[in-house]
């Protein structure tokens, strides 16, 4: 029987023109049907049509996941984060999940480099008042060179963002709770021991975590508390590691001197958001991955996984693998 695979984008804001020839060729039908971010009845209602899911943002939980296990064969993401999908309830379910890693990490860590540079010399605030006729409406900024950058996590995001800053006279510390490879001299880095070193000593910190259970809310006051006045904040991972009332505040009162933020807690975030209108504060629409070469690569991934699993074989990105034995 033909094999179903829903996706949960729109094709008029994402080209999936690619998907389309690759499951035209293997002969799967396509359904592309995006669904607001956190209804659980559309995600069973699509699910239960699905042989194979594309995930974006629909919630994948104990309920979801057990209401659509006799259709849902394979669920991979649409990007690296796995944040919405429920892995251990997905195990239950019997339903392997996948991701893509790596292939969007480039175009994350250029949108973690742009927050940077603009949030240290406010290019944002000078482009809108130029367009507004203000002529000069420069503001005096901060140099990126000669600085420290510190990084938590040094995954696949981390490490292209090392790299794309070899050019600038910078000293990067990096905290990552799990990698096992520190050797300082291969990638140009030195490793702290703990995160409070990145807070207390970075004139940057760029956050480059996953969300998990451990992760949820702990960039708080407590951690904004040890970062020196001057410091930024940059986040394109996820907005819920932060704690945002906490981040509120330390903007507020000037415990740290601004942030670039690509994620937020809630998204679309409410329109009183109060960081949505801070002088010191640019937020991007969660736009990290969004370029053509990381759609293309992720495209490819995600096609050959799908036809890889089809053809009865385990894809070498699914989280978890036990699954099958399940
Ligand atoms: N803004 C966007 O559009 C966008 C796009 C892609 C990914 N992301 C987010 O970025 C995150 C990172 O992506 P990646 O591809 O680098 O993932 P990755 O899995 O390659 O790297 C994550 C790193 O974080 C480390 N880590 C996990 N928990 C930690 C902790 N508590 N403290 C310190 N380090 C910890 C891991 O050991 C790993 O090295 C994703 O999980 C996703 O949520 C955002």
């Not at 699910?47 to 919630?59: C, M, N, Q, R, Y």
């Not at 742009?114 to 140099?143: M, Q, Y």
């Not at 949820?216 to 945002?244: P, W």
């Amino acid at each position: 029987m033909k094999k179903t695979v829903w996706l949960n984008l729109d094709e008029n804001k994402v080209d999936v023109t690619y998907l389309d020839k690759r499951f035209a060729e293997s002969g799967y039908e396509f359904i592309k049907c995006p669904i607001d971010t956190g209804d659980e009845e559309k995600t069973i209602e699509m699910g239960k049509k699905a042989d194979a899911v594309i995930s974006t943002w629909e919630p994948w939980n104990e309920r979801t996941l057990e209401a659509v296990k006799d259709k849902v064969q394979y669920i991979v993401r649409y990007g690296a984060g796995t944040d919405n999908i429920d892995i251990p309830a997905a195990t239950r379910a019997g339903i392997p999940v996948g991701n893509v890693p790596g292939a969007n990490s480039a175009a994350v860590a250029e949108t973690a480099m742009l927050h940077i540079l603009n949030v240290g010399r406010r290019f944002a605030h000078c482009v809108e008042g130029v367009r507004k006729g203000i002529w000069p409406s420069t503001i005096t900024g901060t140099e990126l060179d000669g600085k420290t950058v510190g990084l938590l996590g040094f995954g696949h995001i981390g490490k292209q963002l090392v790299r794309m800053m070899k050019g600038f006279d910078v000293k990067v510390l990096v905290y990552d709770a799990y990698i096992q490879d520190k050797d300082s001299e291969k990638w140009g880095v030195t490793f702290v021991e703990n995160q409070d070193e990145i807070f207390k000593n970075s004139d940057i910190v760029s956050l480059h975590i996953p969300l998990t259970e451990e992760t949820q809310g702990s960039i708080n006051k407590e951690k904004f508390a040890l970062m020196k006045k001057s410091a930024y904040l940059i986040n394109t991972c996820r907005g819920g590691v932060i704690n945002e009332e906490d981040l509120i505040e330390a903007l507020k009162t000037g415990q740290i001197a601004g942030a670039g933020l690509d994620v937020l807690c809630q998204e679309p975030p409410k329109k009183d958001n109060p960081l949505l209108q801070m002088e010191n504060v640019f937020v991007t629409s969660h736009m990290g991955a969004a370029s053509l070469e990381s759609e293309h690569r992720s495209q490819v991934i995600i096609a050959d996984c799908i036809d890889e699993f089809f053809s009865g074989k385990m894809p070498y990105n699914v989280k978890n693998p036990e699954v099958k034995n399940s």
